[in-house]
């Protein structure tokens, strides 16, 4: 569907709890399907469809050696993504800056 | 900056202020339309509110003007319980042939606390469709400090 969207595939990718809970991992460093798969009790293929929406997402990229074909965590997409959210930080603070002022302002005239 | 930080925010932020006010004032403040359109968006943002329907289903629709940005927030109400939670859905950039390029669930809650009134706004994005998004941005400024030439940057990284 959104193939082309890097920020949407990101989102998508990270709106699962497990492959939010697997990027915690790789952020202490690499890692193989085996090394993943064990604190979920999952089986290597479920994991493995979990890393192929992280890749597909730019998050993460695996190595093509040996067998278990170990993920890395890709800092840039991550950083595109928290750079979104704190966009809508600053707006959101911004905004209740706003109501802020106005409650003062109602209750003043109340007053 | 650690990695570790932004995996905690995932896809969503979290927000807890108090508002020097009674809790029913602060809750009228994001269900009645007439006070939305006084403080709704950033500095220098005009509104003219379209609907806003504060009950489940309600719609959502208000225009949002102001130094460099003039846009239409769309969404809808999904529970509203006087006064302690309000759930709703806002909705930007409509893209050409319909559809909505970002959509979040906003979940507020309130509490009566000593100064006040404690809100704790969690804002989860649900969808954000980067290349429609960017393009409708253009030269926005809605008191963003966030540079988008970096994000474009950055999603540009992404598909290298």
């Not at chain 1, 479920?46 to 992280?54: D, F, G, I, R, S």
């Not at chain 1, 991550?78 to 409650?103: H, I, N, S």
């Not at chain 2, 994001?30 to 504060?54: I, L, M, Q, S």
């Not at chain 2, 529970?79 to 859905?89: E, I, T, Y």
Request: hydrophobic content about 45%; overall charge neutral; charged content about 25%.
């Amino acid at each position: 569907m959104q193939t082309h969207d890097p920020l949407s595939a990101a989102f998508s990718a990270l709106a699962d709890p497990t492959r939010r809970a697997i990027l915690a991992r790789l952020a202490q460093g690499e890692a193989s399907v085996g090394e993943l798969a064990r604190p979920f009790a999952m089986s290597g293929p479920a994991v493995t469809k979990h890393l192929k929406v992280l890749e597909n997402a730019g998050l993460i990229s695996r190595r093509r050696a040996a067998q278990q074909r170990p993920a890395k965590l890709e800092p840039a997409a991550l950083k595109a993504v928290t750079l979104w959210l704190e966009t809508y930080r600053q707006l959101w603070e911004d905004g209740l800056g706003r109501l802020d002022t106005y409650l003062a302002d109602l209750q003043r005239k109340d007053g | 900056m650690s990695p570790k930080p932004a995996l905690g925010a995932g896809h969503e932020v979290t927000i807890v202020r108090v508002f020097k006010a009674p809790i029913d004032l602060v809750f009228d403040c994001f269900t009645d339309p007439a006070h939305v359109a006084k403080w709704w968006g950033p500095t220098d943002c005009v509104n003219e509110v379209y609907a806003w329907e504060a009950r489940p289903g309600g719609a959502i629709s208000l225009r949002m003007a102001g130094p460099g940005f003039d846009h239409v927030m769309g969404g809808e109400f999904v529970s509203v319980d006087r006064p302690r939670r309000l759930v709703f859905l806002s909705k930007a950039f409509e893209a050409p042939g319909g559809g909505w390029g970002i959509v979040n669930r906003n979940t507020l809650t309130f509490e009566t606390v000593e100064d006040g009134t404690r809100m704790t706004s969690h804002i989860l994005v649900e969808r954000a469709e980067g290349a429609l998004v960017l393009g409708a941005l253009g030269g926005l400024e809605m008191g963003w400090n966030l540079s988008l030439m970096r994000l474009e940057d950055l999603v540009g990284e992404l598909t290298a």
